[in-house]
């Protein structure tokens, strides 16, 4: 079946523009995670939903980062005011429920110029 | 300070021997670990996992070894094959409520070479 699907997978952004990240869950997962991973470092985590809910957000790095799930499938994590040190390739998953194996889409790589 | 590391950034072995990729943790409330795969231009994926109920997890040429009382994981690739070449990051997971959420080593980077 179909996998995790991000998009777009490349962004390059002009320092102070906001920009939208797009993730499509596997159907039917209940568990949503968002991570960041910066060049030569593994994947952090920056927040979790359980359907639309968002459980954990301790992961985002300020207040410029915003997800939403509002109906409790497709993901999207709004940068707002994007800095140099954004960029980053963003990293999806999904799974069935939160203690199960996340499936991770192929990413977003974001370029802030 | 890093809960999770591997501290060989790249590893090289010829085709047919065997890969020892190693992980260190310091966060004794880990209480899951997993390995992930990566190749180029696509996302982690799953490779094998195991519980620190267990000391070993096997699946076919993949083995995971854990040390709790040296907060060590291994995994093994036996016999070795050119696919195997790609990045490789420890995880683990653990610790109150949050066992979701998934700590990340750097990665390491196997090359096998035929």
């Known amino acids: 079946g179909a996998g995790v699907s991000q998009s777009p997978r490349y962004k390059v952004a002009k320092r102070g523009q906001d920009v939208a990240l797009r993730c499509d869950p596997i159907s039917g997962h209940v568990s949503l995670f968002w991570y960041q991973q910066a060049l030569g470092q593994g994947p952090e985590f920056l927040t979790y939903?359980?359907?639309?809910?968002?459980?954990?957000k301790s992961g985002l790095p300020s207040d410029r980062f915003f997800a939403e799930r509002p109906e409790g499938s497709v993901s999207t994590l709004k940068i707002q005011r994007t800095q140099q040190e954004d960029s980053a390739v963003y990293l999806c998953?999904?799974?069935?429920?939160?203690?199960?194996?996340?499936?991770f889409g192929p990413g977003t790589r974001l370029t802030v110029l | 300070d890093q809960q999770v590391k591997q501290n060989s950034p790249s590893l090289s072995v010829q085709e047919g021997r065997i890969s020892i990729l190693n992980c260190d943790y310091t966060n004794s409330m880990f209480d899951y670990f997993l390995w992930y795969k990566k190749y180029p231009a696509e996302g982690p994926t799953f490779l094998i996992s195991?519980?620190?109920?267990?000391d070993k997890n096997e699946d076919g040429r993949f083995t995971v070894f854990l040390n709790k009382s040296a907060k060590h994981l291994s995994l093994h690739i036996v016999p070795s094959q050119p696919g195997d070449s790609a990045v490789y990051f420890c995880?683990?997971?653990?610790?109150?409520?949050?066992?979701?959420?998934?700590?990340f080593g750097k990665g390491t980077l196997l090359t096998v070479n035929p």
């Open positions: 998953a999904s799974s069935p429920s939160r203690e199960d194996t996340q499936y």
């Open positions: 195991i519980s620190s109920i267990k």
């Open positions: 939903f359980q359907n639309e809910a968002q459980l954990d």
């Open positions: 995880a683990a997971s653990g610790g109150g409520g949050s066992n979701y959420k998934l700590t």
